[in-house]
């Protein structure tokens, strides 16, 4: 088989030549084919051996400061191992099941990358210098959003660097703006973490080494001529030893899962990571301070006021309670630290760096994601605002707001990192998005929140199973064996059909066996009859969830395979 790279010559860096696989031996089966590439992502070992994942599409999203970004809009999984038949029925059905978690992954729209810039997995401040030099692109990559460097181990260690490109999954949009008379480029990354990464209610809290579910790195950069300008915001799931079990219900209530002083400690190396990567920590918790969340948000206090670190702040704010017109209360609370944390400044052309992020807001609420968005739109909206005041594009006290055109793409740029970090942790759109496009809630979004919030019920209960293990099975968490059992557990009849079919019968059965004219109070208890029997059904259903509920089967690690 041999892999030929779709590019174009000013894509790539001059060291770039086409590599036959087979010179990787014992990976790749006999037939031979040609198979257009832009990008690999490396080698997945199954039951029937090697597969080959590739990248046989891009989009161009845009350019940052001379440097190509791509969005990957097409994939293709290649089988270069022994035939299929020599495995056994079980066997056969395991890798078909692992072949469609794989290409669940990959059917996410949200992979990028660049083959000149670490943009992607590295944010500004940390490589001032945006040209690499001759240090292989990869081995200055974050491993945290490196998604693709387990796969590529083979290649890594046979130092094919020119074949290595690092993808990053999350979200990148690029946008030229104006305001006033300054034309400038506005980019967001937004970097999805490959530690305890997976889905809403099978991934909370953090671990016994301080990683925490739902970890992303969004940046915010402005390239006006030869300056650029970076501001960097983090969410992450509440750093305590927590979970919500899916049981059938709405929203589970969060428990607690190990004693308060193991979360201290985990929590310690959690923070202690933090502000070495990023600085002083501002924590604005978004989650309720009454009903289910309250017991989280006493913890969360309680466990800042355990680390008595100077460098850490705890900044509560109930978002249900006062909605989105209370935001401008919780933008006068951190006023100081808005101003005092600042953002990070380069000259493109000389290297200058004339000023340095000091900090960075840690935004959570339940899920970080609706909410979250929210908070962090209106923190980058103020960090832009001043970065335009240091470029002399506009005076102190301009208003940024009345710039219509301009906050229409930007409110949009946001809402769409909204939507696609909460579709790779949900199945769903982001709600609350009419408060970041519109600056108010509407109708029409209200409708849509209640719409995404049943897809989301839907999902988490009945396939968030199957999407947490094609996670793990992604990242290199769980190695398939055909020395060990099969993980999978089979059943003829799903629980969730009986479920549905037991509805049906009841409901059917009461309406045939109703007579055609009925009294009143005949009709009445037919009624009461439906309703009794319904209620049953339900009870006996959430009393047996964990018989319903779709959970992963695959055991995995806690941290992904980064090396």
Known sequence: MEISRLRAASDVAPSFAPLPACQLPGECGADEETIGACALFGIVKLLAGPYLVVATGRKKVGVVAGHKIYKITATRIVHCGAPMKALSQEQQEDEKRYLEMLEHVLAVPTFYFSYTTTLLTRRAQSCPTLVPGNTPLWQTADERFFWNKHMLQPFILNNLDEWIVPIMMGHIEIETCTVESTTFTLCLFSRRN??????????????EEGTVANNVETEQVVVAGTRLFAYVQTRGSIPLFWHQIPDLSYKPAPCLTKPFEESIKAASLHFGEQQKLYGRQVCISLIDQRGKELML??????????????????IPFDYHKGGSKSLPILMEKVIQ?????????????????FA????????????????????????????????LVSLGAVPERFNLAEQKRFMLCFKNVWANNADAISTQYTGTRALKNDVTRTGKRTLTGCKDDGTNSLVRYWLNNFRDGFHQDSYNLFLGLYAPSSSRPTPFTRHTLSAVMVLLA??????????VLMPQRVDGLTYMLFVAFAAVALYIVLAVMRRNSQLFVDQPSLPAPRKSKTS
């Open 297 to 314: 948000a006493d913890q969360f206090k309680a466990l800042v006021d355990a680390l008595k670190s100077p460098h850490i702040k705890y």
């Open 337 to 353: 630290d808005r101003q005092s944390f600042g953002f990070f400044s380069e000259d493109l052309a000389t290297g200058t760096v």
């Open 194 to 207: 490959i530690n305890r990464a997976g889905t809403r209610l099978n991934m909370r809290g953090l671990d």
């Open 356 to 387: 340095q992020q000091t900090g960075t807001f840690r935004t959570n609420c339940l899920d970080n994601l609706d909410r979250t968005n929210v908070v962090q739109t209106l923190l980058a909206q103020d960090s832009l605002l001043k970065q």
């Open 502 to 511: 037991a509805i049906v019968v009841v409901l059917l059965a009461t309406w």
